[in-house]
C-alpha cells in the first residue's frame, strides 16, 4: 500500500510480494547468510535482479510503500540504485559484474544455479548457490565481505550447498 | 553475532587492496574459530528453525542493537 511506513514494513508481504511478482531477482548480501543460517546483523536488504525486469520488481516493492530512487532507464545506466521509504532496499541490476579479481559473474549463470527457500507457504525467495553467494562478496572486498565469505566457508564445509 | 560497523566510512566498510584481501582470505581457518562459528550456526538454526524466524529475529536483534548504541541509522 503507498505510503506504508518502515515501522509497518511487514518482511513477509514484503517478499511475498516480489515472490507473487515473478521478478528474477536474487537475495544477496547479509540477509542471505541469515536465511542459510549464518546469525549477522544487517540493517538492509539487497538484491540482483535480471536487468530488463526493474519495472516488475518496482511494482512489487510499491506494495510495501518502497519507491526506487532512480528511473529504470537512469538505473539500468548505473547498474544499481535503491528502493527505500524507512527499509532500505540495494538492487543490483547488471548482466554481469567483475569481481575485484577480474571473474565476470552473470546473473543467468548465477540465476541457473540458484537455491530456493521456502519462507512460508506460497513465498519462495531465490538465493544464489554458496559459491556464487562468495563471489557476490568480491564485487567490493570491503572487510566485513571477507569475514563474510569466512562464514561462508565454514558452512559450506558442512556441506552447505 | 557479528555486526555490521557503525558509518559506512568506518574500518568494516572501506574497500581494500587486492593484496590484504587475498592475505585475508587465505589465512587458514583455525580450528577454534570453525567450531565457535558452526556452534553458533547450530544454535541459530536449533533457536529459530525456519528462515521467517531467522529473519524476524535478525529484525528484532539489529533494532535492539541500533537502540543499544544509539548510532545505527547511518549505516547499511
Not at chain 2, 580450528?31 to 538454526?45: C, Q
Request: charged share 25%; proline share 6%; aromatic share 8%.
Amino acid at each position: 500500500m503507498p505510503g506504508m511506513r518502515g515501522a509497518e514494513f511487514d518482511e513477509l508481504t514484503f517478499f511475498r510480494a516480489i515472490h507473487e511478482s515473478g521478478v528474477r531477482a536474487l537475495l544477496i548480501g547479509r540477509r542471505a547468510l541469515v536465511l542459510l543460517g549464518l546469525p549477522v546483523l544487517t540493517a538492509d536488504y539487497d538484491f540482483w535482479i535480471a536487468i530488463d525486469q526493474i519495472a516488475i520488481f518496482n511494482a512489487a516493492a510499491a506494495q510495501c510503500g518502497l519507491q526506487p530512487t532512480l528511473d529504470p532507464e537512469t538505473a539500468r545506466r548505473r547498474g544499481r540504485y535503491v528502493v527505500e521509504n524507512d527499509e532500505h532496499v540495494d538492487v543490483l541490476v547488471a548482466r554481469s559484474v567483475t569481481t575485484v579479481e577480474g571473474v565476470q559473474v552473470a546473473f543467468e549463470d548465477v540465476w541457473v544455479q540458484r537455491q530456493t527457500v521456502t519462507l512460508a507457504p506460497g513465498i519462495e525467495v531465490q538465493l544464489p548457490a554458496v559459491d556464487d553467494l562468495i563471489l557476490t562478496k568480491r564485487f567490493a572486498d570491503r572487510p566485513k565481505d571477507l569475514e563474510d565469505i569466512r562464514l561462508l566457508r565454514m558452512l559450506k564445509s558442512q556441506g552447505q550447498k | 553475532m557479528t555486526a555490521d560497523p557503525p558509518d559506512p566510512g568506518s574500518f568494516h566498510d572501506r574497500v581494500l587492496g587486492p593484496a590484504e584481501a587475498r592475505a585475508y582470505l587465505d589465512a587458514p581457518i583455525s580450528e577454534a574459530e570453525r567450531e565457535e562459528v558452526l556452534a553458533l550456526v547450530h544454535w541459530f538454526r536449533r533457536r529459530y528453525p525456519t528462515p521467517a524466524e531467522r529473519l524476524a529475529y535478525v529484525r528484532r536483534a539489529y533494532a535492539r542493537w541500533r537502540r543499544t548504541l544509539g548510532i545505527g541509522a547511518t549505516f547499511r
